[in-house]
Protein backbone atom coordinates (compact mmCIF):
# COMPACT_ATOMS: atom_id res chain seq x y z
CA UNK A 1 0.00 0.00 0.00
CA UNK A 2 1.45 3.52 -1.04
CA UNK A 3 1.88 5.86 1.79
CA UNK A 4 1.41 9.63 1.68
CA UNK A 5 4.49 10.58 3.27
CA UNK A 6 6.53 7.86 0.88
CA UNK A 7 5.50 9.28 -2.69
CA UNK A 8 8.16 11.45 -3.66
CA UNK A 9 10.79 8.05 -2.56
CA UNK A 10 8.13 6.05 -4.67
CA UNK A 11 8.92 8.53 -7.85
CA UNK A 12 12.61 8.35 -6.97
CA UNK A 13 12.88 4.53 -6.92
CA UNK A 14 11.11 4.36 -10.59
CA UNK A 15 14.14 6.96 -11.39
CA UNK A 16 16.69 5.52 -10.12
CA UNK A 17 16.19 2.35 -11.68
CA UNK A 18 18.14 4.00 -14.64
CA UNK A 19 20.69 6.19 -12.98
CA UNK A 20 21.28 3.85 -10.51
CA UNK A 21 24.87 3.93 -8.48
CA UNK A 22 27.20 1.00 -7.31
CA UNK A 23 28.49 0.48 -4.23
CA UNK A 24 29.77 -2.57 -3.48
CA UNK A 25 32.46 -5.27 -2.54
CA UNK A 26 29.68 -8.18 -3.38
CA UNK A 27 29.61 -8.96 0.29
CA UNK A 28 29.32 -5.98 2.47
CA UNK A 29 28.92 -2.09 2.14
CA UNK A 30 29.60 0.75 3.57
CA UNK A 31 28.75 4.22 3.11
CA UNK A 32 28.28 7.82 4.40
CA UNK A 33 25.02 10.08 4.10
CA UNK A 34 27.26 13.15 4.51
CA UNK A 35 27.95 12.27 0.50
CA UNK A 36 24.33 12.94 -0.22
CA UNK A 37 22.91 16.44 -1.53
CA UNK A 38 20.09 17.81 0.73
CA UNK A 39 18.43 18.91 -1.77
CA UNK A 40 18.77 16.15 -4.00
CA UNK A 41 15.97 12.90 -4.08
CA UNK A 42 17.62 10.11 -5.80
CA UNK A 43 18.10 7.09 -3.88
CA UNK A 44 21.69 5.05 -4.54
CA UNK A 45 21.31 1.79 -5.21
CA UNK A 46 23.76 -1.24 -3.57
CA UNK A 47 24.05 -4.55 -5.07
CA UNK A 48 25.46 -7.38 -3.09
CA UNK A 49 25.86 -11.04 -4.32
CA UNK A 50 27.02 -13.43 -1.21
CA UNK A 51 25.73 -15.78 1.08
CA UNK A 52 26.14 -13.43 3.78
CA UNK A 53 28.05 -9.96 4.37
CA UNK A 54 26.87 -6.33 6.11
CA UNK A 55 25.81 -3.33 5.63
CA UNK A 56 26.82 -0.21 7.67
CA UNK A 57 25.85 3.57 6.67
CA UNK A 58 26.71 6.03 8.99
CA UNK A 59 25.04 9.61 9.06
CA UNK A 60 22.17 8.25 7.22
CA UNK A 61 20.36 10.81 4.80
CA UNK A 62 17.63 10.22 2.04
CA UNK A 63 17.53 6.49 0.63
CA UNK A 64 19.29 3.29 -0.21
CA UNK A 65 17.83 0.62 -1.60
CA UNK A 66 19.79 -2.54 -1.10
CA UNK A 67 19.62 -5.78 -4.05
CA UNK A 68 20.69 -9.02 -2.81
CA UNK A 69 21.29 -12.00 -4.87
CA UNK A 70 23.12 -14.76 -4.77
CA UNK A 71 26.54 -15.06 -5.91
CA UNK A 72 25.86 -18.82 -8.38
CA UNK A 73 24.08 -18.61 -11.35
CA UNK A 74 20.10 -18.20 -10.36
CA UNK A 75 17.36 -20.68 -11.25
CA UNK A 76 13.48 -20.47 -10.51
CA UNK A 77 12.89 -23.39 -8.48
CA UNK A 78 16.51 -22.21 -6.26
CA UNK A 79 15.31 -18.54 -6.33
CA UNK A 80 12.07 -19.54 -5.25
CA UNK A 81 13.23 -21.05 -1.65
CA UNK A 82 15.58 -18.70 -0.85
CA UNK A 83 14.66 -16.21 1.89
CA UNK A 84 16.58 -12.80 3.24
CA UNK A 85 17.19 -12.57 7.08
CA UNK A 86 18.70 -9.59 8.45
CA UNK A 87 19.84 -8.83 11.87
CA UNK A 88 20.49 -5.20 13.13
CA UNK A 89 23.07 -4.94 15.44
CA UNK A 90 21.87 -3.36 18.91
CA UNK A 91 23.44 0.00 18.26
CA UNK A 92 21.18 0.37 14.98
CA UNK A 93 19.58 3.71 14.67
CA UNK A 94 19.05 6.29 12.12
CA UNK A 95 16.56 4.38 9.53
CA UNK A 96 13.30 2.79 9.04
CA UNK A 97 14.09 -0.26 7.09
CA UNK A 98 10.63 -1.43 4.45
CA UNK A 99 10.63 -4.03 1.46
CA UNK A 100 10.24 -2.17 -1.29
CA UNK A 101 8.44 -4.24 -4.64
CA UNK A 102 7.50 -2.48 -7.89
CA UNK A 103 7.05 1.33 -5.86
CA UNK A 104 5.11 -0.25 -3.07
CA UNK A 105 6.74 -0.23 0.88
CA UNK A 106 5.81 -2.10 3.58
CA UNK A 107 7.38 -1.74 6.73
CA UNK A 108 10.03 -4.84 7.88
CA UNK A 109 11.86 -3.10 10.94
CA UNK A 110 11.02 0.37 12.57
CA UNK A 111 14.45 2.80 14.08
CA UNK A 112 12.88 1.84 17.68
CA UNK A 113 12.74 -2.05 16.81
CA UNK A 114 16.64 -2.01 15.90
CA UNK A 115 17.91 -2.30 18.99
CA UNK A 116 16.44 -4.90 20.44
CA UNK A 117 18.83 -7.18 17.28
CA UNK A 118 15.71 -9.54 16.62
CA UNK A 119 16.02 -11.53 12.95
CA UNK A 120 13.45 -10.32 10.22
CA UNK A 121 13.23 -13.23 7.07
CA UNK A 122 11.61 -12.36 3.67
CA UNK A 123 11.17 -14.22 0.75
CA UNK A 124 13.99 -12.66 -1.59
CA UNK A 125 11.59 -12.62 -4.56
CA UNK A 126 9.50 -10.25 -2.22
CA UNK A 127 11.18 -7.62 -3.18
CA UNK A 128 14.40 -5.38 -2.05
CA UNK A 129 15.25 -3.59 0.60
CA UNK A 130 14.48 -0.04 1.09
CA UNK A 131 16.24 1.84 3.78
CA UNK A 132 15.13 5.29 4.67
CA UNK A 133 17.03 7.71 7.09
CA UNK A 134 14.79 9.06 9.60
CA UNK A 135 15.09 12.80 9.42
CA UNK A 136 17.28 14.34 12.61
CA UNK A 137 18.72 17.63 13.40
CA UNK A 138 21.96 15.79 14.68
CA UNK A 139 23.15 12.66 12.64
CA UNK A 140 26.59 12.63 13.72
CA UNK A 141 25.84 10.01 16.07
CA UNK A 142 23.56 8.31 14.22
CA UNK A 143 24.65 4.83 12.21
CA UNK A 144 22.08 2.06 10.60
CA UNK A 145 23.88 -1.47 10.28
CA UNK A 146 22.64 -4.80 9.98
CA UNK A 147 24.28 -8.20 9.15
CA UNK A 148 22.17 -10.90 6.39
CA UNK A 149 21.95 -13.92 4.97
CA UNK A 150 20.82 -15.56 2.36
CA UNK A 151 19.03 -18.67 3.75
CA UNK A 152 17.27 -21.93 2.06
CA UNK A 153 13.52 -23.08 3.40
CA UNK A 154 14.38 -26.18 1.51
CA UNK A 155 17.20 -27.82 3.08
CA UNK A 156 16.67 -30.70 5.97
CA UNK A 157 15.88 -29.19 9.07
CA UNK A 158 14.84 -25.69 8.08
CA UNK A 159 11.61 -25.93 9.14
CA UNK A 160 13.00 -25.87 12.82
CA UNK A 161 14.73 -22.09 12.01
CA UNK A 162 11.42 -20.36 13.85
CA UNK A 163 12.48 -16.69 11.82
CA UNK A 164 11.74 -18.41 8.01
CA UNK A 165 7.96 -19.46 9.44
CA UNK A 166 6.69 -16.93 12.21
CA UNK A 167 4.30 -18.88 14.01
CA UNK A 168 4.39 -21.89 12.27
CA UNK A 169 7.49 -23.86 13.21
CA UNK A 170 6.69 -27.68 12.87
CA UNK A 171 8.72 -30.00 15.90
CA UNK A 172 8.26 -33.21 12.93
CA UNK A 173 10.85 -35.68 12.65
CA UNK A 174 12.51 -35.79 9.66
CA UNK A 175 12.49 -37.97 7.37
CA UNK A 176 14.80 -40.81 6.79
CA UNK A 177 16.07 -38.94 3.25
CA UNK A 178 16.40 -35.64 5.24
CA UNK A 179 18.66 -37.18 7.95
CA UNK A 180 20.69 -39.11 5.39
CA UNK A 181 20.88 -35.43 3.62
CA UNK A 182 21.26 -33.55 6.93
CA UNK A 183 24.18 -35.28 7.85
CA UNK A 184 26.55 -34.53 4.92
CA UNK A 185 25.17 -30.92 3.98
CA UNK A 186 24.43 -29.19 7.01
CA UNK A 187 26.67 -26.71 8.85
CA UNK A 188 27.39 -29.28 12.07
CA UNK A 189 26.50 -32.59 12.44
CA UNK A 190 28.02 -34.72 15.55
CA UNK A 191 27.26 -37.78 18.05
CA UNK A 192 26.22 -36.67 21.42
CA UNK A 193 23.63 -36.06 24.17
CA UNK A 194 21.56 -32.55 25.38
CA UNK A 195 23.16 -31.88 29.12
CA UNK A 196 20.22 -28.89 29.91
CA UNK A 197 19.23 -26.08 29.39
CA UNK A 198 20.29 -22.77 29.63
CA UNK A 199 19.69 -19.38 28.83
CA UNK A 200 17.12 -20.66 26.12
CA UNK A 201 19.47 -22.81 24.74
CA UNK A 202 20.34 -26.11 24.85
CA UNK A 203 23.53 -27.59 25.81
CA UNK A 204 25.25 -30.27 24.62
CA UNK A 205 27.93 -32.32 24.54
CA UNK A 206 29.22 -34.76 21.37
CA UNK A 207 31.06 -37.23 21.47
CA UNK A 208 32.52 -36.93 17.66
CA UNK A 209 31.71 -33.92 15.91
CA UNK A 210 31.58 -34.89 11.93
CA UNK A 211 31.79 -32.05 10.78
CA UNK A 212 31.49 -28.01 11.64
CA UNK A 213 31.16 -24.76 9.43
CA UNK A 214 32.33 -22.41 12.16
CA UNK A 215 33.79 -23.17 15.70
CA UNK A 216 30.56 -23.08 17.44
CA UNK A 217 31.34 -26.54 19.43
CA UNK A 218 34.47 -26.41 21.26
CA UNK A 219 37.17 -29.36 22.15
CA UNK A 220 36.91 -29.98 26.23
CA UNK A 221 40.26 -30.93 25.71
CA UNK A 222 41.94 -34.48 27.18
CA UNK A 223 40.29 -34.85 30.39
CA UNK A 224 37.15 -33.05 29.29
CA UNK A 225 33.90 -34.60 27.50
CA UNK A 226 34.71 -34.33 24.13
CA UNK A 227 32.92 -31.73 22.25
CA UNK A 228 30.87 -28.94 23.61
CA UNK A 229 28.47 -25.81 23.22
CA UNK A 230 25.12 -24.73 22.88
CA UNK A 231 22.25 -25.17 20.26
CA UNK A 232 19.21 -23.32 20.08
CA UNK A 233 15.60 -25.29 19.66
CA UNK A 234 12.27 -23.58 18.84
CA UNK A 235 10.14 -22.78 21.73
CA UNK A 236 7.52 -24.87 20.80
CA UNK A 237 10.06 -27.80 20.12
CA UNK A 238 11.61 -29.84 23.33
CA UNK A 239 14.37 -31.88 23.73
CA UNK A 240 15.17 -35.19 26.03
CA UNK A 241 17.91 -34.25 28.40
CA UNK A 242 20.82 -37.21 29.47
CA UNK A 243 20.40 -40.64 28.54
CA UNK A 244 20.05 -41.30 24.73
CA UNK A 245 22.36 -40.45 22.15
CA UNK A 246 21.55 -38.18 18.89
CA UNK A 247 22.56 -37.27 15.58
CA UNK A 248 22.56 -33.83 16.07
CA UNK A 249 22.44 -31.64 12.67
CA UNK A 250 21.61 -28.15 12.07
CA UNK A 251 22.36 -24.76 10.78
CA UNK A 252 24.32 -21.84 11.95
CA UNK A 253 22.87 -18.45 11.60
CA UNK A 254 24.57 -15.03 12.66
CA UNK A 255 27.23 -17.09 14.66
CA UNK A 256 24.26 -19.21 16.62
CA UNK A 257 23.63 -22.78 16.06
CA UNK A 258 20.17 -24.02 14.97
CA UNK A 259 19.20 -27.65 15.46
CA UNK A 260 17.71 -29.42 12.62
CA UNK A 261 17.49 -33.05 12.10
CA UNK A 262 18.40 -34.99 15.33
CA UNK A 263 17.11 -39.10 15.43
CA UNK A 264 18.53 -41.12 17.99
CA UNK A 265 21.70 -42.07 16.82
CA UNK A 266 21.13 -45.90 17.07
CA UNK A 267 18.37 -45.44 14.60
CA UNK A 268 20.33 -43.19 12.56
CA UNK A 269 23.12 -46.14 12.42
CA UNK A 270 20.47 -48.37 11.52
CA UNK A 271 19.76 -46.15 8.55
CA UNK A 272 22.87 -45.37 7.28
CA UNK A 273 24.16 -49.05 7.43
CA UNK A 274 21.36 -49.63 4.97
CA UNK A 275 22.12 -46.99 2.88
CA UNK A 276 25.42 -48.48 2.85
CA UNK A 277 24.01 -51.62 1.58
CA UNK A 278 22.03 -50.10 -1.38
CA UNK A 279 24.62 -47.46 -1.83
CA UNK A 280 22.37 -44.51 -1.21
CA UNK A 281 23.82 -43.03 1.10
CA UNK A 282 25.02 -39.40 0.56
CA UNK A 283 29.05 -39.63 1.84
CA UNK A 284 31.29 -41.23 4.26
CA UNK A 285 31.68 -40.80 7.57
CA UNK A 286 32.94 -42.40 10.80
CA UNK A 287 30.57 -44.03 12.55
CA UNK A 288 32.51 -45.62 14.96
Given at each position: ???????????????????????????????????????R???????L???????????????I????R????P?????????????????????H?????S?????????????Q???????????????????????????T???????????????M?????P??????P??????????????????????????????V??S??????????A??????R????????????????????Y?????V??????L???????D?????????????????????
Open positions: MHRPWAMHWITAVLLCRTVAQYSSDQCSWRGSGLSHESHRDVEQVYRCSKGSLEWLYPTGAIVNLPNTESSQHMAGLHVCIKPYANSQGSVFLEHGDLRMLLAEKDQASTVHCFGLAEGALFVEAVPQMDISRRIAFQYELVSSQGPGAHYPYLHGLVTCKCSDEEVLMAVCTSDFAGRGIFRGVASGTVVTLRLFRQKSRVFWGGARGGWAGRISVPAQCSVHTGGDELLTGSHFGEAWGCAPRYKFLKLYIRAQKVETNPCEIDTD
